[in-house]
Every structure is written in structure tokens, then in C-alpha cells.
């Protein structure tokens, strides 16, 4: 608790900045992040870090719930804004923005293999690990926790192979167990819905080159993918709110950025099908 107070003395008087850092760790700049990777920088890549991304926040959940710790803020109500609170959700280790993170960002720099996409890796962990403390959301020992097990889920993803989609009906079959399971585990719905929704993807189609369709790509495909995100929002809330409807939304999302977009700007951007698939 000493630790939260020391770093929100010295750094919390700039808390516009640490949310707008925070936010890079939610789940609505996942969905964009992630699907600007797989459109325009490696489709087949994407499918592996959308399956670990949807296993990070399995994992999250499971280890959140099974220890079922307090927040700085649960201690100490003045530690967070209201803001800040916003941001903060189920028991606080590990850091669920802090692994996510380290998962989906780690696993695209070890396929880029950049100097300076680790570089910019790096950074953008280490500012989303210092916001969660800062904002009085998270002990220190949280975020170090959602860093190494962030970290061993890269290493694992790394150097995992995964199938392709090359047996459909057994494919669809581990989709629609997911799906099963998040009726009756709701909390898991998000994660199980993303697992299902990139399982089922099958990269066929090569990054746009050109800048006009790269730009397609982004504002097009943006439009169909948040068209999606919100459309289940207009469902009534006792129909959004079941497991296995929350896990659906997900896989749909999924499979409209995956599967929908790339099929319907194909033929705008002139991208085609690789002539050999590779694996991520």
C-alpha cells in the first residue's frame, strides 16, 4: 500500500495521461490493435495472438477468481478516482491489463522481429504496468504477476504450433463447446468467445500493399467490425447478459474481422490468396 501511495504522490498528478495509457490495455483497443495486425501486417500471425489474446483473459479470470485479492482501492477508497475506477473490474490479481498486454504485444513482436517493434513493446507494457498502479487500481505485486505470466504465455505461443482450420466439423466442435461452457460460466464468456471465433479463422489472404487499400482496410473494416460490437448492444439486457449470447458477440466480432472483411475488400484491393499457407 506504502508502494501505491510513494508512485501516486510522485506521478498522479497527470491522471488524464495515465488513463488515456490505461485505455491501451482495455478491450476495445485490443479489438482494434488486433485487427489492424491481422489486415495489414500478418493474417496467419494474427490468428495465433488472437487465440493466446483469448487465452490471457482465460487465464486472467481464472487466477483473478481463485485468488480473489482487493484492490488498493477496496483498502483505501481515496487511493482511486471514480474514473479510474471505471476501469477496474473483479478482484485485482493479477492485472488483467498488464497481461493481456504483455501477451498480444509480446507474441507480435517475437513473430515481427524488430528491434524497434520490441522497443515500442516494451514501452507500451511498461507504461500500461506503471498506469494501473498510479491510477491506485493495482498493488505492484498484481502487475508483476500479470508480466510473468504474460511472458510465459508468449513464450508458449511463440513456439506452439497450431493446427489450421483443416477439419472443419472437428473445428466447429471445439467453437461450439466454447460456446456451451460460457452458458454456464458466464464469467468466461468474453475469453471462450474470442477463443471459439479465432479457432474458426482461417487466414487466406495476403496484407494489402498499397496504401489506398490499406486504407480501405482500416476505415472499412473498423465500421463492419464496430457495426458488429455495438449491433448486440440493442439486444434486450436480459438476452446480452446470458453467457452464451455475451460468448456469441464474440465470435462474430471475431469472424467479421477474420473471415467477413478480408472476403468483402478482397476484390476492391486486389489482394489474393497466398499460394502456400504458412504457419504463424
Same mark, same amino acid.
Given at each position: 500500500m506504502e508502494t501505491v501511495h510513494i508512485m501516486?504522490?510522485?506521478? =498522479?498528478?497527470?491522471?488524464?495521461f495515465w488513463l488515456a495509457v490505461t485505455n491501451l490495455g482495455?478491450? &476495445?483497443?485490443?479489438?482494434?490493435?488486433?485487427?489492424? !495486425? !491481422?489486415?495489414?501486417?500478418? *493474417?496467419?500471425? =494474427?490468428?495465433?495472438?488472437?487465440? +493466446? +489474446?483469448?487465452?490471457?483473459?482465460?487465464v486472467t479470470d481464472g487466477l483473478k477468481y481463485a485468488f480473489d485479492a482487493p484492490r488498493p482501492f477496496h483498502l483505501d477508497a481515496a487511493l482511486a478516482s471514480e474514473a479510474a475506477k471505471q476501469t477496474a473490474g473483479?478482484? =485485482?490479481?493479477?492485472?488483467?491489463?498488464?497481461? $493481456?498486454?504483455?501477451?498480444?504485444?509480446?507474441? /507480435? %513482436?517475437?513473430?515481427?522481429?524488430?528491434?524497434? &517493434?520490441?522497443?515500442?513493446?516494451g514501452l507500451v507494457i511498461v507504461l500500461i504496468a506503471l498506469s494501473r498502479v498510479v491510477l491506485g487500481v493495482h498493488f505492484p505485486l498484481d502487475v508483476l504477476v500479470g508480466l510473468l505470466v504474460g511472458a510465459v504465455?508468449?513464450? $508458449?505461443?511463440?513456439?506452439? *504450433?497450431?493446427?489450421?482450420?483443416?477439419?472443419?466439423?472437428?473445428?466447429?466442435? @471445439?467453437?461450439?463447446?466454447? @460456446? @456451451? /461452457?460460457a452458458a454456464f460460466v458466464p464469467v468466461y464468456a468474453t475469453a471462450l468467445g474470442i477463443l471459439a471465433g479465432f479457432w474458426l479463422a482461417k487466414p487466406s489472404f495476403n496484407a494489402p500493399q498499397t496504401w489506398p487499400a490499406r486504407l480501405l482496410f482500416v476505415v472499412a =473494416?473498423?465500421?463492419?467490425? &464496430?457495426?458488429? !460490437?455495438?449491433? &448486440?448492444?440493442?439486444? *434486450? %439486457?436480459?438476452?446480452?447478459?446470458?453467457?452464451? $449470447?455475451?460468448?456469441?458477440? !464474440?465470435? /462474430?466480432?471475431?469472424?467479421? %474481422?477474420?473471415?467477413l472483411v478480408p472476403r468483402l475488400l478482397r476484390r476492391f484491393t486486389g489482394a489474393q490468396e497466398p499460394p502456400v499457407m504458412l504457419t504463424a
Open positions: 501516486r504522490a510522485a506521478l =498522479g498528478g497527470a491522471e488524464s482495455s478491450d &476495445f483497443a485490443f479489438i482494434v490493435l488486433l485487427s489492424l !495486425y !491481422y489486415w495489414l501486417i500478418n *493474417p496467419r500471425g =494474427g490468428r495465433t495472438v488472437g487465440i +493466446f +489474446f483469448g487465452a490471457s483473459i482465460l473483479g478482484p =485485482g490479481l493479477p492485472s488483467g491489463h498488464v497481461l $493481456v498486454s504483455t501477451t498480444i504485444w509480446g507474441l /507480435a %513482436a517475437s513473430q515481427l522481429r524488430s528491434r524497434a &517493434f520490441w522497443a515500442l513493446t504465455l508468449v513464450a $508458449v505461443g511463440s513456439r506452439l *504450433p497450431l493446427p489450421e482450420r483443416d477439419a472443419p466439423v472437428w473445428s466447429w466442435g @471445439v467453437a461450439l463447446a466454447a @460456446v @456451451v /461452457a =473494416g473498423l465500421l463492419l467490425v &464496430f457495426a458488429v !460490437y455495438f449491433a &448486440f448492444r440493442a439486444l *434486450p %439486457a436480459e438476452v446480452r447478459h446470458l453467457g452464451a $449470447v455475451h460468448a456469441l458477440r !464474440y465470435v /462474430a466480432l471475431v469472424l467479421t %474481422a477474420t473471415e
